[in-house]
């Protein structure tokens, strides 16, 4: 069974949704973030975001709740800027996959660097935490959750767009339980293309929240016991086993 888990992605340096985020935190055993943290695009000194994005995180760490960050292809320049920044040792970044001890339950937490910048060295990196994750869920089952910026390729929650193809390949030949994804914000929203904000590859449930800028609250997903919640200001809520 999942712990309760609050999964935020594509927040682009929306300084009220980095509030919102620390807002709703307690009610959590773990927050994800699926990256896209910073904004490459925005007026705002990419300096400016970074000390922004590094206060936010330590206060949402100091709230108790692991905190969990996938890179995003916004974030990822200068290469792992936020590793050994004051107040954020307990942060889980990219490479990291174990077991996390969360909400009195243990799962297991694959968290991907970004593969559109570094392309096929993380690919690599990719396939080997995947790899590496799925022997230690043979040797003891536990609910596996990956967190990768890119969604697969060739599926609904990335319609419209190019997805990642080695991270298709990896889940089909692993099935984790669940594959949070982000960075094609309107793939939820295209249903008259077949875009959606959940699909499956076998066994693996892969969603994507979708991003719709200027709202009060971010697009995220609510995790409870083995059900993943679907909430977007000015959408039906919607709830989906995980396995
Ligand atoms: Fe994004
Ligand atoms: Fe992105």
């Known amino acids: 069974m ?16 980095f509030a919102w985020t620390i807002r709703h935190a307690t009610r959590f055993d773990l927050i994800c973030i699926g990256g896209d943290v910073c904004d490459v695009f925005a007026r705002e000194d990419p300096d400016q975001q970074r000390a922004a994005v590094k206060r936010w995180l330590v206060r949402l760490v100091a709230s ?8 995003g292809n916004h974030d990822d320049r200068p290469h792992r800027w936020l590793e050994g920044a004051a107040g954020l040792d307990s942060l889980l970044l990219a ?16 968290i991907c660097p970004d593969t559109s910048v570094e392309g096929i060295a993380a690919d690599r990196v990719v396939e080997g935490l995947l790899s590496e994750a799925a022997a230690k869920r043979a040797r003891e089952p536990m609910p596996w959750m990956v967190l990768h910026h890119e969604p697969p390729d060739g599926t609904p929650i990335c319609c419209g767009a190019e997805g990642n193809r080695s991270l298709a390949d990896a889940v089909t030949r692993h099935q984790p339980d669940l594959v949070v994804t982000a960075h094609i914000h309107e793939s939820p929203f295209r249903k ?31 995790i409870a016991d083995n059900d993943i919640t679907w909430r977007a200001l000015g959408q039906p809520r919607e709830t989906v086993p995980i396995r």
């Open 95 to 110: 490479g990291f996959s174990g077991t996390v001890c969360a909400g009195g339950s243990q799962m297991l937490l694959t």
């Open 192 to 222: 008259d293309r077949g875009g959606r904000w959940h699909a499956w590859i076998g066994s693996t449930l892969l969603v994507n929240s979708g991003q719709m800028p200027d709202r009060p609250w971010p697009c995220h997903f609510r």
């Open 64 to 71: 108790g709740v692991p905190v969990a960050l996938a890179e």
């Open 2 to 17: 999942f712990p309760r888990v609050l999964a935020v992605s594509d927040l682009h340096a929306d300084r009220t949704w």
